[in-house]
């Protein structure tokens, strides 16, 4: 149900206007003039996961007929022309984003540690980011160093493959990531400033990540770090950047919500953890553009200092939109008079997989790659292509995750469990798990049932270990829950073959596991099994604290490893269909 603070926005979202005072004359006979309102445009993106290449999926968004078209869309130079095409509409602009640019990125851009990602970025002139989450992923020292450059080696990959890494030209702000003296680890604020004299305006930025990133990353990956509260953050940073003279301020925020349309500019049915940070913000704020759930919306929120509602923002996932906001200052009151948001679909070249053909379509603008990023970007993936294209194995079909509604692991997170259980059979693994929210693409197999390690790489991105350890009945059903409680996102754990359980979101949060069977057989809560996870459930990531309870630990391949052995283990791996979670109270 939509909250009563939150209105669904046309497509141009929003408009307000309010009355400005001329200035007295000082000269007699003099007329009396005052300097005319400006115009900003911010263009925000937010969740690029390094897609320096079309990803091969698309934007479900109204068709002419009224039915839904799906349109292909992202890649680095389209996104690029995408950029270019808002700044020519806007003498005044600035380019956000609202977190998550690297990290669970494709093969070309991973494997050298997403150098090409912020090189993108840089190209198309971006000039404040949020750290989200993921950008965590391989530690903030490493996250420093793609800020500053150098060549620095901080993981196991070697930084500088292709070219010394200068860093990123924009900045990364965050507002509410401290360091043990209390200083943030990136700035917490920006500023910029249009026009001059009478016509001069400032935009404020302030840029934050999620509060429960600890839960998010492998822990020690943030030591050293705390994270505060969002709210808390930003209402500080409103006063300071008042008095620094901004006009209007904008957050840029790695966290979001999602709606319950297809169509990129609806806000119908909004939801999402974003709500209760925006219900706790001072009067101030005239713009928050938002990420994370790789979700894309534009909305009404709220009421800004004025009275007037706070625009909210979203542009989806892997570039495949571009948020094009319009704000309108009074630069004689200081105040934001209108305001308008529209996602503008990043259009690329259509595309054929094993789900079928995905063409271009004329309902929505087509743009062409820009040159120069596509040239750099094609550096990239030529020195990772052998790797990219090595098939692996064949599969029987398309395999994906459940809807998001679900929240479920689907016929991909069946076959993920399962190659986990198979790749730890040795450590003496019963059951294996995996979070949803850990698989991060589909895979589309070629006709002909062919997978390559590129698309493997795309669906399990992080080169988790897989870890073995021995956890009571007791201990499985309670890890269960800790997916299906009311204490984060939920997500039902996806099972290995074997493993099945039932749930009802209905039931008192801790106790919504109805049954749950091994073999066909009840799991016996005093009894011991062998459970195989990822290094990141392991260590209580996702919120699934139960884990760290384990015993008799031990540690086995990369995960995405095990997947590829899976598959080659057979002429074609047949993709598990049955259900193993069944929610009864849908």
Wanted: hydrophobic share 40%.
């Amino acid at each position: 149900m939509t909250s009563p603070r939150l209105r669904a926005l046309p497509l141009l979202a929003l408009a307000f206007t309010a009355a400005c005072a001329a200035p007295q004359a000082t000269r007699p006979g003099a007329p009396v003039t005052a300097a005319a309102p400006v115009e900003v445009g911010i263009i925000a993106i937010n969740d690029f996961h390094g897609a320096l290449e079309p990803p091969k999926a698309s934007v479900e968004a109204p068709g002419p007929d009224g039915k839904t078209v799906n349109v292909p869309a992202g890649g680095g130079a389209w996104l690029a022309s995408a950029v270019d095409s808002l700044k020519a509409e806007h003498p005044n602009n600035v380019v956000v984003a609202a977190g998550d640019l690297t990290s669970a990125s494709q093969l070309a851009s991973s494997l050298h540690l997403d150098e090409p990602a912020v090189g993108v970025m840089n190209r198309i002139g971006l000039e404040f980011n949020a750290v989200g989450n993921h950008e965590f992923d391989r530690g903030w020292k490493e996250l420093q160093r793609l800020q500053n450059g150098g060549c620095e080696k901080n993981t196991r990959l070697q930084p500088c493959q292709l070219e010394q890494f200068k860093g990123a030209s924009y900045k990364y702000l965050a507002a509410a990531t401290y360091r043990d003296d209390g200083t943030t680890l990136f700035p917490a604020t920006g500023l910029k400033t249009f026009g001059e004299g009478a016509s001069k305006v400032t935009i404020g930025f302030v840029g934050l990540s999620l509060k429960s990133i600890p839960t998010l990353v492998q822990p020690d990956m943030v030591k050293g770090l705390t994270f505060g509260d969002e709210a808390e953050a930003i209402n500080k940073a409103i006063p300071v950047l008042k008095a620094e003279g901004a006009d209007a301020v904008v957050v840029l925020i790695h966290q979001g919500g999602k709606t319950a349309a297809k169509d990129p500019n609806s806000c119908e049915g909004f939801a999402g953890d974003i709500q209760p940070i925006l219900d706790k913000l001072n009067p101030g704020v005239d713009l928050v553009v938002s990420g994370h759930t790789h979700w894309q919306y534009v909305c009404q929120y709220g009421q800004s200092g004025d009275g007037s509602p706070i625009l909210l923002t979203s542009a989806g996932v892997y570039g495949k939109l571009v948020t094009d906001i319009t704000l309108t200052i009074d630069p004689a009151s200081h105040k934001v008079i209108a305001k308008k948001a529209r996602n503008v679909i990043v259009q690329s070249p259509g595309y054929t997989s094993g789900r079928g053909d995905v063409p271009n379509t004329t309902a929505y603008p087509q743009f062409q790659p820009r040159a120069d990023v596509a040239d750099y970007v094609a550096g990239y993936v030529k020195d990772a292509a052998g790797l990219i294209q090595r098939p692996v194995g064949k599969m029987s079909g398309p395999a994906a995750k459940g809807s998001s509604e679900s929240a479920s692991g689907g016929d991909l997170g069946n076959l993920v469990a399962d190659s986990q259980l198979a790749g730890t059979r040795a450590a003496g693994a019963q059951i294996a798990f995996t979070n949803p929210f850990g698989i991060r693409a589909p895979i589309d197999p070629a006709p002909d049932g062919t997978v390559t390690f590129g698309q493997v790489y795309a669906t399990q991105p992080f080169n988790n270990e897989l870890v073995t350890m021995t956890l009571t009945g007791a201990q499985v059903r309670a890890v269960i829950e800790d997916g299906l409680d009311d204490a984060g996102d939920k997500q039902a754990l996806a099972p290995s073959a074997g493993l099945k359980f039932s749930y009802d979101m209905r039931r008192p949060s801790g106790s919504r596991v109805v049954s749950l069977t091994l073999n066909g057989k009840p799991l016996n809560s005093a009894a011991t099994y062998r459970v195989t996870v990822v290094n990141f459930l392991a260590e209580g990531g996702d919120g699934f604290a139960t884990f760290k309870q384990g015993t008799e630990i031990t540690r086995g391949m990369i995960d995405n490893e095990a997947f590829q052995q899976w598959l080659a283990a057979v002429p074609v791996r047949q993709v598990p269909k049955e259900e193993r979670t069944v929610r009864l109270d849908k």
